[in-house]
C-alpha cells in the first residue's frame, strides 16, 4: 500500500513520498503500519486530481483500463463463442439468395472460418498489448501496435465482407481503434510535456 501511495504522488512529490516513507517505518514500530499505511493511500490519491501529472495517469489509466481492456474483451470472446453469420433470419444481408449461392458461400465461411478466428484473437491480444504499452508509456511501440491491429481489422472487414457477414460490429472496432490512435497520440504529446521518464 504504501508503494502504491507513493507511486500515486508521482514524481513532482519524491520528498513527500520519502517523508511518507519514514514516518511509515515508525508506524511500523508503533503497530500501526496497515492503518498509516492507508491514510497515505487515500491521502495520495485524493492529491491526484489537483496535479497535473496525476491527472495525466488517471487518463492514462482510465483509457488503458475503461476501454482497451474491455474492446479486447469483446474481441476474444467474439472468435471464442464463434463470428456472426449469415445464414439467420429473412433480414439478413443474404435473405435474397439462391439455395445454390447459399452452399457455395456456406462453403466458403467454413473454409476461412478459422482464419477469421485466429485474426480477431490477433486483434484482442494486440489490443490487451496496447493497453499495457499505453501503461508503460511506450508511445512509440503504442502506436505501431495500434496501427497493426486498425490494418488486422481492416484485413477481416474485407473478408468478412467477401463472405457477406455483418461487418456492422467490425467497422465500429475499427473506429474506436482509430479514436484510440488518436487519444494515444495526444498523451503522448501532454507526457512530453509533462517531462516525465516512462514508467
Given amino acids: 500500500m504504501m508503494t502504491l501511495a507513493c507511486q500515486c504522488l508521482g514524481e513532482g512529490r519524491r520528498a513527500w513520498a520519502q517523508a511518507m516513507q519514514a514516518e511509515f517505518d515508525i508506524a511500523v514500530e508503533d503497530g500501526r503500519a496497515l492503518s498509516f499505511a492507508a491514510g497515505c493511500l487515500i491521502g495520495a490519491l485524493r492529491q491526484m486530481p489537483m496535479q497535473e501529472e496525476g491527472r495525466f495517469v ?7 483500463l475503461a476501454v482497451m481492456v474491455p474492446i479486447a474483451a469483446v474481441e476474444i470472446s467474439a472468435a471464442m463463442f464463434g463470428l456472426p453469420h449469415l445464414f439467420g433470419g429473412p433480414g439478413d444481408p443474404g435473405a435474397g439468395m439462391t439455395f445454390a449461392q447459399r452452399l457455395i458461400i456456406g ?19 494486440a489490443q490487451l498489448r496496447l493497453a499495457w504499452l499505453m501503461l508503460e508509456r511506450d508511445w512509440k511501440r503504442a502506436t505501431s501496435t ?7 481489422i481492416t484485413t477481416l472487414i474485407l473478408f468478412m465482407g467477401c463472405m457477406f457477414l455483418d461487418v456492422g460490429q467490425a467497422v465500429t472496432l475499427a ?8 487519444l494515444i497520440a495526444g498523451l503522448g504529446r501532454w507526457h512530453a510535456e509533462l517531462n516525465l521518464p516512462p514508467s
Fill in 107 to 125: 462453403g466458403a465461411f467454413r473454409v476461412v472460418a478459422p482464419s477469421l478466428t485466429l485474426l480477431l484473437l490477433l486483434c484482442g491480444g
Fill in 146 to 152: 495500434g496501427v497493426a491491429n486498425l490494418a488486422a
Fill in 58 to 64: 488517471l487518463t492514462n489509466y482510465t483509457l488503458a
Fill in 175 to 182: 473506429a474506436v481503434l482509430g479514436i484510440e490512435l488518436a
